[in-house]
């Protein structure tokens, strides 16, 4: 017999449940850990996961559905790597009648009718959270605080949310300025490289808000190389909590981390069995997480599983 989650579905019991997922790339550990997720539970789901990596292109993650789409795939999911663009090739698996369901995140598109669900994290609360502390931290400030910001994915939702919730809290604080803003693309080696830049351009640097923690990673050695001391003279803060993100944190080298949970592989599999199960999901799942100064990094080290 295949597992108890296969047979819940709708599906001919000697029939796997055909699931075609669209993955952005391989740009950081969140990724990774997302990816292992993923593959993980659709094994323990029972179902044959086809599965593709659009190495952060948009055009690679549509010839990806529309092969998902031709090969009648019973669902499909996707993290989309930009917002806006995904109308046709949605209306496409539509017409062909395969549910879609958006994980991680989300796209612009007004009719709602075209996914069935996103589960993912509220990366607007994140970029909140991030802002919070940095406006507790500098409370009693008189002068100026000059921060860097290193961007997201340009277009991506993490990457417009972040930005934004962090903008909405900081800006209660007139001292707290953004003095330089662009994207490390979420990577490691560019997060290093445009922090590189930011240190030439910039005589007084006091924060570091990344997107993310390879981001941040990577400006850390850019920091370092540059003779100062990452979390001291720069003040970081980043978002997603993964293993050397964490490791940073409780060297006190990352003063503040936001929860970014990758592990949404549990959660997908059980919306696939609902949604060919016939039952009715909410349009909108949201994960739960929390945040992480440099002690509480520390404790939770050890029990890191990603
Ligand atoms: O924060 C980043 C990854 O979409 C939430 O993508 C995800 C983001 C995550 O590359 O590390």
Not at 185 to 202: C, H
Request: glycine share 8%; hydrophobic share 40%; aromatic share 6%.
């Amino acid at each position: 017999a295949e597992s108890a989650a296969a047979s819940e579905s709708s599906q001919p019991a000697d029939k796997k449940v055909v699931l075609g997922f669209a993955q952005v790339g391989a740009e950081s550990g969140w990724r990774s850990a997302n990816t292992k997720s993923i593959q993980e539970s659709a094994a323990t789901a029972g179902f044959d996961l086809k599965f593709s990596d659009a190495q952060q292109k948009q055009e690679n993650q549509i010839k990806a559905i529309r092969s998902y789409i031709q090969q009648k795939v019973d669902v499909i999911a996707f993290s989309p790597v930009v917002e806006s663009g995904w109308d046709t090739v949605l209306k496409e698996a539509k017409e062909a009648g395969i549910p879609v369901i958006l994980t991680d995140r989300a796209v612009d598109s007004e009719d709602t009718s075209l996914y069935k669900t996103f589960i993912g994290s509220d990366f607007v609360e994140e970029g909140r959270k991030a802002g919070q502390w940095l406006v507790d931290q500098y409370k009693d400030a008189s002068g100026e605080v000059n921060i860097v910001e290193l961007q997201g994915t340009t277009g991506s939702a993490p990457a417009n949310d972040r930005k934004s919730g962090f903008l909405d809290v900081i800006t209660s604080n007139p001292n707290l300025k953004i003095i330089a803003s662009q994207t490390g693309d979420f990577t490691r080696a560019k997060g290093k490289e445009v922090m590189q830049a930011f240190l030439q351009a910039n005589k007084k640097i006091d924060v570091l808000y990344a997107h993310n923690d390879d981001m941040a990673l990577g400006a850390i050695q850019a920091i370092e190389a540059a003779g100062l001391k990452p979390g001291v003279d720069i003040k970081i803060i980043s978002v997603d909590g993964v293993h050397d993100g964490i490791q940073a944190a409780s060297e006190g080298k990352i003063n503040f981390i936001v929860e970014c949970n990758p592990l949404l592989g549990p959660q997908l599999m059980t919306a696939v069995n609902d949604v060919l199960a016939g039952k009715d999901i909410p349009l909108r799942i949201v994960t739960e997480e929390g945040t992480f100064t440099s002690e509480q990094a520390l404790a939770a080290l050890p029990n890191r599983q990603y």
